[in-house]
């Protein structure tokens, strides 16, 4: 039985999670990732929300890509899915 699907709501639009990833997706996650120096939290981070790499990421979860701008008071929610996929399990 499959569980309902999360979803996710960004500057009043939603988005779904996608239930599968492609290599070329994983491709890019990892390519987004290995960009960030881990390590270093704040600089991670930094990086993460000044250029593209969150909109990107986020792109590549969802099913739909991110419309418009990613707002503060999406932090939360955006927290959230990511944390999501990073904690999800396969069943």
């Known amino acids: 039985m499959k569980s309902k699907a ?12 996608k239930e599968k ?3 070329k997706d994983w491709g890019a996650i990892l390519r987004i990732l290995s ?8 600089g991670a ?5 000044s250029g ?10 969802f099913t739909e890509p991110v419309k418009g701008e990613i707002y503060e ?4 929610e955006v927290t959230r899915a990511i944390n999501d996929f990073l904690t999800r399990k396969k069943i």
């Open 73 to 76: 008071d999406d932090f939360e």
């Open 35 to 42: 960009s960030l120096n881990l390590e270093d939290q704040l």
């Open 45 to 49: 981070t930094v990086a993460l929300l």
């Open 52 to 61: 593209d790499s969150l909109t990107d990421f986020l792109n590549i979860i």
């Open 21 to 23: 990833y492609s290599l």
């Open 6 to 17: 999360k979803v996710y709501k960004l500057n009043g639009v939603s988005y779904l999670p």
